[in-house]
């Protein structure tokens, strides 16, 4: 795999959520650390994303926000 964004996160799909359109994709970092992505449901299916399958976060830096209490 090959890709120019420099954020990517090596993870295990925690649970795939299926909607009408989209799925909501829990991915797990480290043991308590998840990520969450919406991504389109034909995406999801493309991807064959399952329970325990190894996968990537991918964040782009642009649109990461942060935040402080």
């Known amino acids: ?3 120019s964004a420099r954020n990517a996160l ?3 799909v925690k649970k795939v959520v299926d909607g009408a359109v989209n799925a ?3 991915l797990e970092i480290a043991p ?3 990520v969450t992505a919406i991504i ?4 999801a299916d493309k991807l064959q ?3 325990g399958k190894e996968a990537y976060a991918i964040i ?3 649109d990461v926000m942060v935040a402080v209490n």
């Open 49 to 51: 994303l399952t329970e």
């Open 60 to 62: 782009k830096s642009s």
């Open 10 to 12: 090596k993870a295990t």
């Open 32 to 34: 308590g650390v998840e």
């Open 24 to 26: 909501e994709v829990i």
């Open 40 to 43: 389109t449901k034909a995406s």
């Open 1 to 3: 795999m090959q890709v």
